[in-house]
């Protein structure tokens, strides 16, 4: 009996050791404290809401197989989640984060704690408040490191180091938002733009001692992991007499391509490789907006930080040339180059065989503004978007995850269509302001998808109220990139351009201005994933839709039950 005691403590000694050796990954565990904070940007003070009273927030930086614990405690005045962007959330579906789709928002003097695995995925992502205009500063890096056994597929690099390209009102965000919301037109524009937080040194009204410093050694090669966390603007970048070799984009690694220029949707991640072969001087890391959209452009700064060589006598920075701002053949250029390393562990084959094929048409449009009133949007009605001329709205009384798997019904519906409802010459800007096309109904309406079936989707981009480039978000999943193109989709033409060997692999793709792309899913997580534009702007007008992946019938595909702290209504 007492050897049978020993043999058995002995097993469990055993399985704990294991379970904590580099092969099962170790746990990271954190606390993320949201709370107002006050700080200073364009020579004025202002009050932002923020994590641990950082703007960026905390990074997290783990290795592929760790498990992610982090404590969410809210001491700001704003409901709020956090969305881990790119993250698969296999099992954990319950921590992805989007407010009334996922989790109810975690309330002003609430907590949750977040856990989730990082199996599977290598590279640079990102976690973001998804609640509101809280991203614009509640944001920070998730970066993860291959096991210590593995290597990067490139030579290991002498330095690595982030850059977070973003935006600053000077004003709360979120009263930015609401004020836009209440009378149905269109939000202000960013004052600034950023790189980790600072606007740099090139605004003539406010000359900044904080803009942010990267020192180098010459002849050494830097792996920055470049992230776009503003809100409204897609971005070119570029650092003065510097080339880039891009090697992964949204944590999924890339054959090796060379540019000078990087182009970047808000949610995109993409990592690229410098050698800092240059004399020994300064020279500006710059970016401005890429501005897809036939409007007047009405923020032209430009945010720059330094990269910066020791014993220079250099005092001002050498500044690069960057595109102008509505240079779509360059961001095309860049965009479509791009294709996946299928030597990386983590490739899977395309699926060959479809099961779901979805067109989804989407844009800008209006939504009534009600009788007798008078609204700040097109033709005194309400700004909206949609897809399939459906335009998203949340829930407020129960997440939809929630609705499904306690199987409450009233909350959503599952006839989002796989065409859309009218065919019309989709990118012809003489239909742009046509009103029998603009006006488009609220609905919470969900596709629903079998566990494990090969999904693709035309996504065509409509020229309604204005052409633009639409970076599309998916949540739970990567997705192939086969192809893109302009105008109208035509089946008959682009089959045969379909990269079915080594598409880029993306979860946040920037459909080209008055054009379209074509990806494909497999849907083997179940769970409700939110499909989305990644443009703030357009998210609470509508631009959205969602999957429900039915449950796969083994308990590694099934939706488990919610934790014990999950957040109510």
Not at 298 to 314: D, R
Not at 348 to 359: G, K
Request: charged share 10%.
């Amino acid at each position: 009996m007492v050897r049978s005691s020993f043999i058995a403590v002995g097993l469990v000694l055993a399985f704990f050791a294991l379970s904590c050796s580099p092969a099962f990954g170790s746990i990271v565990e954190t606390t993320f404290r949201v709370a107002n904070l006050t700080v200073n940007r364009l020579c004025q003070n202002q009050v932002i809401t923020a994590v641990n009273g950082t703007l960026p927030g905390p990074a997290l930086t783990v290795r592929e197989g760790d498990t992610v614990i982090v404590h969410v405690i809210n001491d700001s005045p704003y409901n709020v989640t956090i969305h881990w962007h790119g993250v698969f959330q296999r099992s954990t579906q319950w921590a992805d984060g989007p407010e009334f789709v996922t989790q109810c928002p975690i309330r002003p003097g609430g907590n949750y704690t977040y856990r989730f695995n990082l199996r599977g995925q290598v590279g640079t992502l990102w976690w973001h408040a998804h609640s509101q205009w809280l991203r614009a500063t509640v944001h920070g890096a998730l970066i993860i490191r291959p096991r210590l056994w593995q290597k990067y597929p490139f030579a290991k690099p002498d330095l690595e180091d982030t850059i977070m390209l973003g935006e600053w009102w000077n004003a709360d965000p979120n009263d930015v938002e609401n004020a836009a919301l209440a009378d149905g037109s269109a939000p202000a524009n960013a004052d600034a733009y950023t790189i980790n937080g600072w606007p740099g040194d090139l605004f003539n009204s406010c000359i900044s001692n904080n803009t942010y410093r990267l020192n180098v050694k010459p002849g050494k090669t830097t792996l920055l992991r470049i992230i776009n966390v503003a809100l409204n603007n897609q971005f070119f970048f570029k650092i003065a007499n510097h080339s880039f070799t891009v090697v992964a984009i949204d944590a999924a690694y890339t054959n090796p391509y060379k540019t000078d220029v990087i182009v970047i949707g808000p949610g995109q991640t993409t990592d690229v490789l410098i050698t800092t072969n240059q004399s020994q001087g300064l020279y500006y890391m710059a970016a401005h907006p890429y501005v897809s959209a036939v409007l007047p452009i009405l923020n032209t700064n430009i945010t720059t930080a330094i990269l910066a060589y020791p014993n220079t006598t250099q005092t001002r920075p050498i500044l690069p040339d960057l595109p102008a701002f509505n240079d779509t053949p360059t961001a095309h250029r860049f965009l479509t180059n791009l294709t996946a390393l299928t030597t990386s562990p983590f490739w899977s084959p395309v699926p060959r065989t479809v099961d779901e094929n979805m067109f989804i048409t989407f844009g800008l449009g209006l939504s009534d503004c009600g009788a007798n009133l008078s609204c700040g949007g097109l033709f005194f009605e309400r700004m909206a978007a949609s897809m399939n001329n459906r335009s998203f709205v949340l829930p407020t009384g129960v997440s939809i995850l929630e609705a499904f798997y306690r199987n409450i019904s009233g909350v959503y519906t599952t006839d989002f269509p796989d065409q859309p409802p009218l065919i019309f010459d989709y990118t012809n800007i003489s239909n742009s302001f046509d009103q029998n096309l603009l006006m488009t109904p609220k609905s919470t309406s969900l596709k629903r998808l079998r566990f494990n079936s090969t999904v693709q989707i035309v996504l065509q981009n409509t020229a309604l109220i204005g052409i633009e480039n639409h970076p599309m978000h998916l949540h739970g999943f990567n997705f192939y990139v086969l192809a893109q193109g302009f105008g109208n989709y035509d089946a008959a033409t682009a089959t045969s351009s379909f990269n079915l060997v080594n598409p880029q692999e993306r979860n946040t793709l920037g459909v080209p201005v008055g054009g379209w792309a074509v990806i494909r899913f497999r849907a083997n997580n179940p769970g409700v994933w939110f499909f989305h534009c990644h443009l703030e702007v357009h998210l609470p007008w509508g631009l959205g839709m969602a999957f429900l992946v039915e449950n796969g019938g083994t308990p590694e595909s099934t939706l488990p039950p919610p934790p014990a702290d999950f957040p109510q209504c």
